[in-house]
């Protein structure tokens, strides 16, 4: 009796440490004290790229006078009270795409290098212009990003691409939109791969450090590619044969299963010798 006692704990035992994770393992930020103060290092844009899509909306106090440098309006004429040439197609806004120069054609402007430029910085230039050239007296002009998205793959519980609204996105939103890391993403090299002024970049960071609000890739940038490495254990079972693990996990279940019955058995004996 005593004996199948021992070969029940021992085995369940077996299968808890096989289970089990430590914490630390997956724990983000696990060496920070709670109430820490941290200082953002990173930069959420290093400005305007080639391949970047503008939105850009003027608006005046004047009234009609900003249509012609707006998408949403320029394309719609009107005569007599009569709009013309309103279909869905026709204002639809398509936005600027950034040239491989840093270029954009604006309305009237003309072309304008806006590489390397803050959307803020965009908008001022666009509204000096419009201003100091007599086009509009009273002006504000609006700058957005409207093709902002990153990628994430590898052990997530959702890979796939995220388009952001807004003009930043941190690592630790971009990995919650996706489901988080599975229990099996390592925490402490996480990829991302960065192109920026025609040059690539491969970065790692530590998601269970505090250093990661010194990263230059706390804040993601526009097409960004994050790659979440497996651990040695997902790796292991990867290399295995399906098969082979499918024979040994059903194998483990009925000695699981049997060594739960023997021991009910003697069990059941024992008790019975000790009535008699």
Not at 60 to 80: I, M, Y
Not at 231 to 246: C, G, Q, V, Y
């Amino acid at each position: 009796m005593k004996r199948y006692s021992i070969f029940s704990a021992i085995f369940v035992f077996v299968l808890f440490l096989s289970s089990c994770k430590t914490p630390t393992d997956i724990a983000y930020i696990s060496d920070a004290p709670r109430d820490t103060i941290l200082k953002l290092a990173g930069t959420f844009s290093n400005g305007i790229q080639p391949n970047d899509r503008l939105y850009i909306y003027v608006e005046s106090e004047e009234a009609g006078a900003a249509v012609p440098f707006n998408q949403e309006t320029n394309k719609v004429a009107v005569k007599d009270g009569v709009v013309l040439n309103n279909n869905s197609s026709s204002t639809r806004v398509q936005g600027y795409l950034v040239d491989q120069e840093g270029k954009i054609t604006f309305p009237v402007l003309g072309e304008i290098m806006v590489k390397g430029m803050t959307h803020h910085q965009l908008a001022d230039m666009i509204k000096n212009r419009l201003i100091s050239e007599g086009h509009l007296k009273n002006t504000v002009v609006t700058v957005k990003l409207m093709n902002f998205k990153v990628s994430i793959i590898g052990d997530v519980s959702h890979p796939g691409q995220l388009t952001v609204d807004g003009e930043r996105i941190t690592i630790f939103e971009a990995l919650s939109r996706v489901g988080d890391l599975s229990i099996y993403g390592q925490r402490t090299n996480v990829t991302i791969i960065r192109e920026e002024n025609g040059v690539r970049t491969i970065g790692e960071v530590d998601l269970s450090s505090k250093d990661i609000f010194q990263s230059p890739y706390y804040y993601l940038h526009q097409n960004d590619v994050i790659y979440v490495e497996p651990n040695r254990r997902r790796k292991r079972n990867a290399e295995r044969d399906p098969l082979t693990m499918s024979i040994i996990s059903s194998v483990v279940s009925i000695v699981s299963v049997l060594s739960s019955v023997a021991y009910h058995i003697v069990l059941s004996k024992y008790y019975t010798s000790r009535t008699k």
